[in-house]
């Protein structure tokens, strides 16, 4: 068999299943195999972005990797933002970048560039098949990379895609994916040993929890934890996959504005990390410090992304044994009435939010309502902007309902980052994907409004027209109920509370993708 | 002053004037400066891609660098592919990357990546400032590196931006931008000699030209020395920018497919090489050559991509002296009636084309007919898609407009790259850019149809189901109209030759981007 199928074949038998794609010319060969290797399921993207935030969207669901099909170094730099995104979220994901045929590359045909160069900086692993005998072990060898939870990129030049000489492999991948104890993660007794050590001191300690340790059993152990010792319990700014809402333990996120996320650290005197990593500033700000770690507090390290959960439960079976987690109730906001504001739309989302609902949360400041709103509604998962990389969301709803196609999925997207892949749009209606995106429409790049006086650039004062225009997205007004409509995604735009309730209980009620185009004010207004 | 407000002092004071932005929270203080330091008009674009295809543009237009603002690694990553088109255009660009705080990057924020690695795949010129003294010396080093030709990229701390130290350059760039015989090219005599010996030798020549030689002055001369040599005379593939229509000397272009571009070059004896690289094959294709140059002939390099033209004038008075190119005659195409087809909407495009145009042409397969049928239109530039990297074509639209205000940009699209950088759009219509863009819209990767057969992967037989949906577009069909008009642009559908002339007349005489988007069936079908 050709390189190409066997790559395909390597994939499908070892439980990968879904390949979102945007293939050219280099990458015919796998394109005509899938019609010849069973069992994988191509998915059409009409950009690479939307490829990669989608295999990243689907494997946070779904817990196995997703392949992705990229053409060349170009295609490999379109889809490069959402792989930082994945890399960040510790997402298992193998990319296929097709390349030119060996032979050719030494012509610098136009397309020709450094792609063992770009994919090197978002991927954990990054190999270059050179002859299609290698094709299936390198597949292999990719599978268990990205079980590790990278991104494995595996250059396919063309005429290894097209050349027979490959064979399936022989051994399959040792992937397996998922969380809780029964990983095999070996844990590290002296990180325990401590990490108890500070629980256990009567000091001031805060539990900061991320990795795989944001979904129910992980929270559970944490939030024991928390309840035995009088810890503060947290979850990292932005994890990859949270699970909350009614029945589920619910614990604080740490903020992403470094003086709020420092205030809940004030007094820290330990700070343990569970599958986290040390907080720092998002940003660097003139005359503040980058590390939010306060000072005398002592970091303990108990387990890193992987492995988190696992060290938490027998944390909690040591610290507080056959206790139970408190969980959150059933308590949805009263619906509100009238113009909508960015308080007003989250508190109805809140109120309707579905049992067993996928938030895909790229909000950004025009989101700041919404975890209050939905802490009491049924349990959800939430998927967040791990690397800040904007444009993930609507991909990764494609992605994410991909995975879970019985789950709603609601796509929480802020109007500025939604134009960095609305057409992540299209697959979800060529896939008739049950995913309803809200846009908080507010016509400004709101987060930069702010940054720009957090930064001190304007030193206090108004910022001058220039600035303001390129913050400024409302001239002219977008539609976005057009933009959708154009792309094959019906679409309402409201401006009441009462319309966002009508139309999120309509687009809840019929399955397939709608889009809401909910108009609410900056902010700063 | 800080270190933003000395590179934006030093640009403008070098003739830099126009920046095309998609900025984050470390590029505030740029954001600030250009309300403190007068003379740059900040664009700004909706995603990364839009802004370094629209530099693109317009450089190639204006014979001057743009800026381009970008956001750390993710911005860089989503502007590469237009990077690519622009370093394969040998385009003279200075892109600043803003990057975190120097003492910020070891904390491995969210956003933190790579930037150095990424921007070296498409940069010729790679610099990152550290201290705000340096920005001034650095930016004026980064422009004399754009001057060759080349993507120029500072990394530019956002505390060397928001910190104060800097001056403005003390000494100016050297930069000089342009083409013909003033450049103070220094000619290689012995390339000059051994180009005359060939171009003499009575056997078949053909004479291949590109680089800065694609514009009047080369053209004239390269097709002097075909009248008085016999030489075939043709023009890259991918000119980055092509003067050709009515009073301008004409030259054919050598083909995309290989197949053809082998029966132009077939029996030549010597290829002699102006501004252009040696032709080799786009792909690869099984059991078919890559190097397109004939066995047994002997290629003479006679000039890089700069100072072609100078070469070939220098040369045109040797082997022709005193003579004048032939130029082509007015000659425009009867209007065609009925149905649309792709080479109907060419005559169309052919009749109509006004004086002076500027043709982006992204048209890929569906274009086919665009050349010839506007061979004898009046005169224009053509920009084409250098590097193969697609969404080039509605950002370089953007950028050729602002470069040239009084002159009609005519942007021809495939609907399928068309939706890499859609978001292109509304910035035409913030700008108020005189820019007619018409959709070919057929409804498919149609490129892909016929390479899936080129390169064999189905051995001859029809595509599977799986591989045909990789290549559809038309499920659901996308409605572009809506699309344009949701990002501010009004549009019109249109299914006969009819209907895309009046659309093109009124696009034509009322000022401000226009849509038009022009149903076309498959080529295959």
Chains 1, 2 share one sequence.
Not at 42 to 48: C, I, P, Q, R, W
Not at 143 to 163: F, K, N
Not at 297 to 319: I, K, P, T, Y
Not at 458 to 464: A, C, I, M, S, V
């Amino acid at each position: 068999m050709n390189g190409a199928r066997a790559l395909l074949d390597t994939l499908v038998g070892n439980g990968v299943n879904v390949c979102f794609a945007n293939p050219g010319t280099s990458e015919m060969h796998f394109v005509a195999a899938l019609d010849t290797v069973g069992g994988m399921r191509g998915v059409l993207t009409l950009f690479e972005g939307v490829a990669t935030g989608a295999a990243d969207g689907y494997a946070r669901i779904a817990g196995t990797p997703a392949a992705v099909l990229l053409h060349l170094g170009p295609g490999l730099g379109n889809g490069l933002a959402n792989l930082h995104n994945a890399r960040r979220a510790h997402t298992p994901m193998v990319v296929v970048v097709g390349d030119h045929a060996t032979y050719h590359k030494k012509f610098d045909a136009p397309l020709e560039s450094d792609i063992d160069a770009v994919a090197g900086s978002v991927s954990g692993w990054v190999h270059r098949t050179k002859r299609p005998g290698d094709v299936a072990a390198d597949t292999v060898a990719a599978l268990d990379a990205a079980r590790r939870g990278v991104v494995s990129t595996l250059i396919l030049p063309a005429d290894v895609s097209w050349s027979d000489g490959a064979t399936s492999a022989e051994r399959e991948a040792t992937v397996t994916f998922g969380g809780g104890r029964d990983d095999g993660f070996t844990l590290d007794d002296g990180a325990v040993r401590a990490a108890a050590s500070a629980l256990r001191s009567g000091e001031r300690t805060v539990l900061l929890v991320g990795g795989d340790a944001t979904r129910a059993p992980g929270l559970a152990a944490a939030v024991r934890i928390g309840e035995a010792t009088g810890a503060t319990v947290l979850c990292e700014t932005f994890p990859a996959r949270l699970e909350r809402g009614a029945g589920v333990p619910a614990i604080e996120r740490l903020a992403y504005f470094a003086e709020a996320a420092a205030e809940q650290l004030a007094g820290a005197q330990h700070l343990v990390l569970a599958g986290a990593t040390s907080p720092v500033s998002f940003f660097a700000y003139p005359g503040k410090p980058s590390d939010l770690v306060p000072d005398g507090c002592a970091v303990h390290m108990l387990a890193s992304h992987r492995g988190a959960a696992a060290a938490l439960e027998h944390l909690a079976d040591e610290l507080a044994p056959g206790s139970t987690a408190t969980v959150a109730s059933l308590a949805r906001p009263d619906l509100p009435t009238g113009d909508l504001t960015a308080f007003a739309a989250a508190a109805v989302i809140g109120v309707l939010l579905p049992e067993g609902a996928i938030v895909v949360d790229e909000s950004n400041t025009a989101g700041v309502g919404v975890a209050a709103a939905t802490a009491g509604a049924p349990a959800h998962d939430v998927l967040t902007l791990t690397g800040g990389a904007i444009g993930y969301g609507i991909p990764a709803a494609v992605g994410a309902a991909i995975a879970a196609p019985d789950r709603p999925v609601v796509s929480l997207q802020a109007d500025g980052s939604a134009l960095y892949t609305i057409s992540a749009l299209w697959t979800q209606a060529r896939e008739n994907l049950d995913v309803t995106t809200v846009i908080f429409d507010n016509g400004a790049y709101d987060i930069l409004r702010i940054e720009l006086q957090r930064v001190g650039a304007t030193d206090g004062h108004t910022p001058g027209p220039k600035a303001q225009e390129l913050l400024d997205l409302g001239s002219p007004a977008m539609d976005f109920v057009r933009i959708g409509e154009g792309l094959g995604v019906p679409g309402r735009r409201v401006r009441t509370a009462e319309e966002l309730a009508a139309a999120l209980a309509d687009a809840f009620a019929e399955p397939g993708p709608h889009l809401i185009d909910a108009v609410v004010p900056s902010l700063l207004s």
